[in-house]
C-alpha cells in the first residue's frame, strides 16, 4: 500500500498569472496549509533538496518575509525524508497554520512550469 501524502495540490503558471492569489484561496480552508512557495519537487528526491538553494533557503525565512518559518533542524528533517510523501507529510506539521489535525499542504510554485513533465510524474 502506498504512503498517503498530504500534498493536495500543486499551484503553477507563468510568473504574474495568479498562482499566489490562488494558492491563497485554497489556504482559506482550515485544514489547508502552505507557505509562500514551495518547490519541493525541484530537486530530484527530497535529500538533493539543498541544490536547489532558492526554495530550499525560503523555508527558514519568516512566514512574514514570505517564508515557511521553519528552523534549520526542521528543514533537515524533510530533506532527509526516504520519499516524497513523507517529505510532504513531515512539511505539513511544519507549516505555518498546521493545527494537528489531518492537514492537507499546497506546494506552489511558478518554477514547476519548466519541470512540468518531471513534476507531475
Known sequence: MAERSPLLCVVTGMERSGTTFLSQLISL????VT???CGL?????????????Q???WLLLPVEHSGWG???E???DVVDSTSWAEAYAKLVTYAPGYTGAETWVVDKTPAYMGKLDTVLS
Open 70 to 72: 521553519m528552523t534549520a
Open 35 to 37: 507557505g509562500f512557495e
Open 29 to 32: 480552508h482550515p485544514d489547508v
Open 55 to 57: 526554495w530550499y533557503n
Open 41 to 53: 519537487l525541484l530537486a530530484d528526491s527530497p535529500s538533493a533538496f539543498s541544490r536547489v538553494p
Open 74 to 76: 526542521q528543514r533537515q
